[in-house]
Every structure is written in structure tokens, then in C-alpha cells.
């Protein structure tokens, strides 16, 4: 069977399957002229950022919540609790309740979710261990990380999500599993322990967050001992993707840790089941990983990664921050 080639003029019989193959080319070539989207040129921008350049503004990640995750997707609110395990750290987030300032009640407030869950509590992490302090406000750092990292709009749906993510966070209560060098250590409380609520000045809008956070004393301890170094100009280009984030926050605490000339195989199927717990089909989570993985790495150019069919490889590294003098955490570079 065969059908004209009209786009060559010749009236040349082509067979099916070359016509498919020139249907691809041009797919292909009409993919390369696309300009960026938003979140490549994100990514580009970062990616030509000099290394100490990309250091200079730091956030942190607590090393458990470097292996273990948040939701992607907004589990709803009859969802109350979310659990994950990696190896040997155990990650259990239990929805909490807030008080409501015109109803005078307490009232239940969902599950953090999404990037923007992660965003925040970077930002938490980073206040706290730059203030030295676990008592921190955040409405106007808050704000400014928005406009000066994210380079997000600040008066419109943006901050509001941003700070709805924040009190579910406060309102959240945690408990971090570990186990290392055979002692097992167990963070059982909030986060947050105490915040205050306010609301905006339109009723109908029905949106509140906290605008003070104090840590609690257990998660205030653990993170200064156990804080991992991020860039925050790579946090800000991935910014649209949780996946990415999970991904580069999971590589700047384990490729350092790899022992050189010892790499470590992490296969598709254990992959999956840290990263694609809400992605079905581990052929849809291989296409999607691949894509954050990418990304990740045009950011994190020190990254000695190999993937094959069996999964990722991973090679002794750099750190994605390399360390360097500071009391603000008692380990710069993670566990």
C-alpha cells in the first residue's frame, strides 16, 4: 500500500513508512523552532549561572525530606494522612487542624502538596537557620522570596496558593523515622508549633495562613544537624515541577555520600516507588522522570549519573553546593 507524497511534488508513490518517518522529522524540527516555554528558559537562565555564582543565596532541605516526599497532587481533603518510605527513613505527615479566626473554631486544614509546598518549607529551613532562631516571620520574607527567587506575581493567585501551603504546613504534624549507624531516631511532632492566622480583607475569599511560625524544638534540632544545601537560583528554575525538585534535593544529599570507584545501581522499579507513588504506569513515570532528570542536570553539572534500562547509576560526585565556612548548620553538606 502506498500514498503520494503531495509535500514533494513529484507525485512519487512513498510507502507508509517512510511517510511516518518524514511526518517526524517535521515534528521534530517544528519542536526546535519553538521558543522556550516559561520553565525552560528557567532552567537555561540557571543553567549559565557560574557554579559560585548559582551558591551565593542558599536554601535547605531537611536531609529525611531529601529522600522521602510530599504529595505532587492535592489528595483531597478527606485524605488526613500521607506516608513514604525510602530505605531506612520513614516519612509519616498527618493533616492538622487551625484555629478560625470569624468562626472561633477549630477547623481542618488539608495535607501540604505541590511545588509549592516545598518552596515554603525550604524557605522556613533557610529563615531559621539564618536567623539562628526557631521563632521566624515569614509574611514578608515570604513575599520577597516570591518575587525575588521565583519571579512570580505577588498580589494574585501566586502568593495566595504560596501561603495556603504554609499553613497547611503549620498545621501539619510530622514524624521523620531514621535510622543511622544503627541507631534509630524518631522526630515526632510539628514542624510548626505555633502560628497565627489572619484573613484577608475580602470574607468571601476565605483563604488565611500563618504570618509568624515558631519550629518545634525536635524539627529545630534535627534540621541544624541534618540540613542539606541547595542552590536557590536551581530551586527557582524548577520551581514548576515537584518532581524536579524532589529529584535534585534527593541527588545533592546522596551523590556526595556515593564511595568513589563503589557506584550505586537505584533501579526503575525502587525509582518508581520513591518518585512515582501517584504516577501509574511505570512506562508514563520512566518518560516523565526523564524529562525532570534532565533538567535537573543541566543544573547540577557536576552530577556523574548513568541511566540505562536498568535505571540510574550513580558515580561519587561534588556536592551541588560545595562547602564552605558557616555556623549557621552543624553539617553543611548533609547526611
Known amino acids: 500500500m502506498t500514498e503520494r507524497d503531495e509535500r514533494a511534488g513529484r507525485g512519487r508513490p512513498v510507502a507508509i513508512g517512510e511517510s511516518r518517518a518524514l511526518r517526524e522529522l517535521e515534528k521534530r524540527a517544528r519542536q526546535q523552532l519553538k521558543p522556550p516555554t516559561p520553565a525552560q528558559q528557567r532552567v537555561i537562565e540557571a543553567a549559565c549561572l557560574a557554579d559560585e555564582d548559582a551558591a551565593l543565596a542558599l536554601l535547605y532541605q531537611h536531609s529525611a525530606l531529601c529522600q522521602t516526599f510530599l504529595p505532587y497532587r492535592d489528595p483531597g481533603d478527606e485524605a488526613r494522612t500521607w506516608e513514604r518510605v525510602n530505605g531506612k527513613v520513614h516519612l509519616e505527615v498527618l493533616a492538622g487542624k487551625a484555629m478560625h479566626p470569624v468562626e472561633e473554631r477549630l477547623t ?26 526557631p521563632e521566624i516571620e515569614v509574611q514578608d520574607s515570604l513575599t520577597g522570596f516570591v518575587r525575588r527567587s521565583l519571579k512570580l506575581d ?5 502568593i495566595r496558593t504560596i501561603k495556603d501551603q504554609l499553613s497547611r504546613l503549620s498545621a501539619a504534624s510530622i514524624r521523620l523515622g531514621l535510622v543511622r549507624e544503627g541507631r534509630a531516631m524518631t522526630v515526632n511532632s510539628q514542624i510548626v508549633t505555633a502560628f497565627d492566622i489572619w484573613f484577608p480583607k475580602d470574607e468571601r475569599q476565605r483563604v488565611f495562613w500563618p504570618s509568624t511560625v515558631r519550629l518545634s524544638l525536635d524539627y529545630w534540632e534535627s534540621l541544624k544537624a541534618h540540613a542539606v544545601p541547595l542552590a ?9 515541577s515537584g518532581m524536579a525538585l524532589d529529584l535534585y534535593a534527593w541527588l545533592a544529599q546522596r551523590l556526595h555520600r556515593v564511595p568513589p570507584g563503589k557506584p550505586a545501581l537505584i533501579t526503575w522499579s525502587l525509582l518508581h516507588a520513591q518518585f512515582g507513588g501517584e504516577i501509574g504506569g511505570i512506562r508514563n513515570f520512566r518518560r516523565m522522570f526523564r524529562v525532570a532528570l534532565q533538567q535537573v542536570l543541566e543544573l547540577y553539572k557536576t552530577a556523574r549519573i548513568d541511566v540505562d534500562g536498568r535505571g540510574l547509576t550513580l558515580h561519587h560526585s561534588k556536592p551541588v553546593v560545595l562547602p564552605r565556612l558557616s555556623v549557621v548548620v552543624d553539617n553543611p553538606v548533609g547526611t
Open 232 to 240: 536557590e537560583a536551581h530551586i527557582a528554575a524548577l520551581s514548576h
Open 108 to 133: 481542618p486544614v488539608g495535607l501540604p502538596f505541590g511545588p509549592k509546598a516545598r518552596l515554603v518549607l525550604m524557605h522556613i529551613n533557610q529563615q531559621a537557620l539564618l536567623a539562628r532562631s
Open 154 to 158: 505577588t498580589g494574585g493567585r501566586t
